[in-house]
């Protein structure tokens, strides 16, 4: 991560419903997790916070309160750490397994955050997590993180830092799901400016599904299926380099995730 | 719901671990709920089940177990219902809305438990439900029920009976899920015997599409993608039908699974 994506804003106080937090306003044993996936310059990022009683990075998360439902609990996470409304939000799968969280790791945390562990030792207690996966345009996004409890900042998804409990294994299971529903969900859409080049989407498409992908190959198929319009406009990124601008057609994708059918198959 | 297809064995008893267990086995709040598909007769089938003090039929389900994974609970419900140990079995989707357990219709059942519900009323809490479907081998099911509690049966999944609570709901979105996924999902393979004819293939893809596909884009689509191999054999099934018999090549969706690269849409 280069320092200048390292952006950790100190705002007004948002809630932090996590260590220091009365259980008694949520579900016992279940928790909420939330991959945030933007688009910067040229490569597929996720967002991540940081305790500062903990060495490491986590995926920003919190807990289901009793009167709320789970996507409710998961729309909150991503205000409080996005400062973002309106985001497309979708659960992917739930990890309950029983090691899931170390033990040691949660110990020496709550520990460290010098609260009274006789009394408060919830969040010792094994959790099942509902994962959700949120899109965002990565320039609408102003991270907000509880200056004196975290921190949050942007990684390349290629290259994240050591990874608290199992959330490696969330954010992997998020990217191999989007992988299967690529079909279906408007990632690029999502991720993209109105406007944006064939380099820019396929450049996310192939960060999803792991791989290169052929150029002329994607661009035909992209273009046959009908989500992508041409415009006819440029954008100027060097002497010699103009590439063409393109926008989506909303409705077909709309189309296509209500009824299941996608209209193509992930495999170019 | 023909009568034949009403079984109800009275077995020895297996563990019923719902409305009379000890809750202090099981992580609060949390349930399993287990969609089991099978096909027989030329339409797929959901095996459902009843408790004796309820109206309604309801999912085949259970609670979670401190010392159990999610997957291991799941399986556990499996076997106590259908005997089988070794099935296809994947999480889809959770369940979390505040009210989507009618709290009346449990009130209800448990009056009508006998249970001492001054005492007993875990099951009015709110549940967050894990939910699995199960793809099974119709003819190597056979059906349990503890005789004292409940009973279980087969449904044809368009002519359901009124279910319990949101189950409803659960089961379309587990054979939506299963539309999106039918690229990568060995369906057939799960749900149909080692040799099979080409309408009883497609007649699974016409019950989970919730379309009529055409007969001969399926046939050839199906025999294109190389899962399917043709036998030198066929089928007497009247005095001028005999269809050809078919098999799975398995290793080619084992692999569209484990790198969720599909190898054809669900667009037929």
């Not at 965002?136 to 409890?149: G, I, M």
């Not at 992908?213 to 198929?221: A, E, L, S, V, Y």
């Not at 990124?237 to 994708?253: D, M, Q, R, W």
């Amino acid at each position: 991560m280069s320092s200048n994506e390292k952006i950790i804003m100190e705002k007004e106080k948002v809630p932090v419903d996590t260590i220091d937090q009365d259980p008694d306003i949520f579900i016992p044993n279940v928790s909420v997790d939330c991959i945030i996936l933007g688009f910067h310059a040229g490569s597929l990022k996720v967002l991540l916070s940081k305790f500062k009683v903990s060495d490491k990075w986590m995926l920003p998360g919190g807990f289901v309160a009793k009167d709320e439902d789970p996507d409710e609990s998961a729309k909150r996470v991503l205000r409080e750490k996005t400062g973002l409304n309106d985001i497309y939000l979708k659960q992917f799968y739930f990890f309950g397994k029983k090691g899931r969280i170390g033990l040691d790791e949660n110990v020496e945390m709550l520990k460290r955050s010098k609260l009274n562990h006789d009394k408060v030792n919830w969040p010792l207690d094994r959790f099942i997590s509902l994962g959700y996966y949120a899109l965002v345009k990565y320039n609408e996004v102003t991270l907000q993180a509880d200056e004196e409890y975290e921190e949050a900042a942007w990684f390349d998804i290629n290259q994240m830092p050591e990874l608290y409990a199992d959330h490696k294994e969330i954010i992997d299971t998020a990217t191999f799901t989007i992988r299967r529903q690529i079909g279906f969900v408007p990632v690029g859409y999502e991720l993209l400016p109105e406007k944006f080049t064939m380099p820019e989407l396929r450049c996310i498409y192939e960060a999803i599904l792991g791989r290169p992908i052929d150029r002329r190959n994607f661009q035909r198929k992209m273009l046959s299926i009908g989500y992508i319009q041409p415009l006819n406009e440029t954008r100027k990124v060097g002497a010699h380099k103009s590439p063409n601008l393109y926008t989506f057609i909303k409705e077909k994708y709309d189309e296509a995730e209500r009824f299941g059918i996608q209209v193509m198959s992930n495999n170019f």
